[in-house]
């Protein structure tokens, strides 16, 4: 779930030699945003899920 609300962590070197060499960006426009209001529903209930995150 994590994964589609933040990027990874780390350095993926392998990934940006590729991408520098054939001169694509790596395409973040997947990414779902997350709010303080996502997170203050999150807290009440206590628990973030989906469920919380998409009422």
């Known amino acids: 779930m994590a994964a589609s609300y933040f990027k990874g962590e780390g350095v993926d070197i392998f990934g ?3 991408r520098l060499i054939c001169g694509k ?3 973040q ?3 779902k945003t997350i709010t303080i209001g996502h997170l203050e ?3 009440k209930v206590g628990r ?3 469920e919380i995150l998409n009422n």
């Open 29 to 31: 426009t997947h990414l």
């Open 41 to 43: 529903k999150a807290v």
């Open 16 to 18: 940006s030699i590729i």
């Open 25 to 27: 960006r790596k395409d």
């Open 48 to 50: 973030l899920d989906d």
